[in-house]
């Protein structure tokens, strides 16, 4: 008997019809032998739809009110889900977050998990329940209610499945698994049967949609398997894990696109000690998260100092950077929102010579310009012109390439 974690997204509980297919395959699950928790996103577009109502409302909600609204959305779907477990013989009862002992920290629309009590959820699965949990919320010590950010499901299940020392997380989705590219945008993307949580890690925060982030630290922290794998299809989908047996033949994993990145620029900064140390302080004191950063000379006396926020930070980040633009005499802040972050990931990369190189030269191969470059150990990052993202990821997926060879591309 195994105890496993398995998790459905917004398209998988989109309707009544689709409910019952989720009961039927935790019933299934149960019926296997197995413990089966599930966790639930809201449904289908209910996250998005209740953001737009509060706008309504508020142009800048207060973000309590924000996550009660937010968290209803994850409530609908476990009342239905344990209704439908239950309506076709199983025993299904639904949790919210607080009622299955997940505690965040207080910080409203991006709380993290602090601690998560099982007692109730061990319980109930012993007495041959199906749990079902909502995703994305939790309760603080002071009994107010957060979420976790968006995409925050995938992370609840991740820490549930840690915290009651699950077998197994099973993220299912409507995409068939993790591939080497946007299936959308390069045709020829072929399914990763496995990959590394390092990868997978990057991949995640770079824009590829298919896990939050945070979920992937967890399971990398918990050493926990991660399966992402199809709802409407009975495919193996992609083992997330440690050890990845073929890193090194391919030293590229995919190719991603962000489409969610911002550029700011503090032109003509005189060029002294303490600047950077200023400009990067007072952002991060406002809780604005900084990602590439780049440095130019410009001439004797001054620098311009470039860097990259999300589309929702960039008001607030060229107002800090104005500030202390004005402060340390700088010439002044020019941004841009049309721009796109693309991305190749892979872990076999630092064995590698050359790789950077040819994904530059792709590129060029394109006339297409790159503005801002970063590389890590496993990723090498450039930011281009929005209209050109497409392009991008389709000649970088090409020149390393991934599509081929092909273990059979499963249908979405
Ligand atoms: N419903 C939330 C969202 O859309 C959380 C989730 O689905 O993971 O972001
Ligand atoms: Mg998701």
Same mark, same amino acid.
């Given at each position: ?68 609204l937010l968290s209803t959305g ?121 990959? #590394? ?17 945070? #979920? ?13 794998? #199809?709802? %409407? ?8 894990k440690g050890v990845n047996e ?13 489409? /969610?990145?911002?550029? *700011? ?14 400009? %990067? ?7 604005? /998260? *900084? ?5 130019? *000379? ?19 980040? *060229? ?10 005499g700088a010439k002044g802040v ?39 470059? #970063? ?24 020149? %390393? ?12």
């Open positions: 008997m195994a105890l496993i974690v398995q998790k459905f997204g917004g398209t998988s509980v989109g309707s009544p019809e689709r409910i019952l297919k989720v009961a039927e395959r935790a019933l299934r699950t149960k019926r296997d032998g197995h413990q089966v928790v599930l966790v639930v996103s809201a449904m289908g577009h209910t996250t998005d739809e209740l953001l737009e109502l509060m706008e309504k409302i508020a142009v800048r909600p207060n973000p309590r009110e924000l996550d009660m994850e409530q609908v779907s476990i009342a239905l889900v344990a209704s439908a477990i239950s309506a076709i013989g199983g025993k299904g009862i639904s949790l919210t977050g607080a009622q299955a002992g997940i505690r965040t920290e207080p910080l409203h629309t991006k709380a993290k998990i602090a601690d998560i009590q099982t007692d109730r959820l061990r319980q109930l699965l012993a007495d041959d329940h199906i749990p079902v949990v909502a995703g994305f919320q939790g309760i603080t010590y002071n009994g107010e209610i957060c979420t976790l950010g968006r995409g925050g499901s995938d992370t609840t299940a991740v820490a549930l499945a840690a915290a009651l020392k699950a077998d197994m997380c099973e993220i299912y989705t409507d995409v068939s698994g993790v591939y080497t590219a946007d299936p959308r945008v390069v045709p020829e993307a072929r399914l990763l049967p496995e990959i #590394s949580y390092d990868e997978m890690l990057e991949l995640a925060s770079l824009g590829a949609q298919v896990l939050h982030p945070r #979920s992937v630290e967890y399971a990398k922290q918990y050493n926990l398997f991660i399966r992402v794998r #199809s709802t %409407f299809d009975e495919g193996l989908g992609t083992v997330v073929l890193e090194n033949q391919t030293p590229v994993r995919g190719v991603t696109a962000d489409l /969610n990145q911002a550029k *700011v620029a503090l032109k003509e900064v005189p060029d002294r000690p303490g600047v950077a140390a200023r400009l %990067f302080g007072a952002l991060s004191d406002r809780g604005i /998260n *900084v990602d590439m950063i780049t440095q130019s *000379v410009r001439g004797e006396q001054t620098n311009d100092i470039g860097f990259t926020v999300t589309k929702e930070e960039l008001e607030r980040a *060229v107002q800090v950077t104005e500030e202390v633009g004005r402060e340390v020019v941004s841009d929102e049309d721009v796109a972050k693309v991305s190749i990931v892979g872990s076999g990369m630092v064995n590698h010579a050359g790789i950077a190189a040819k994904m530059f030269q792709a590129l060029a191969d394109g006339q297409i310009n790159i503005q801002m470059i #970063s590389t890590s150990e496993i990723k090498v990052s450039c930011v281009i012109s929005r209209s050109q993202a497409q392009q991008a990821v389709r000649l970088v997926h090409n020149a %390393f390439h991934l599509g081929a060879p092909l273990p059979a591309v499963e249908a979405t």
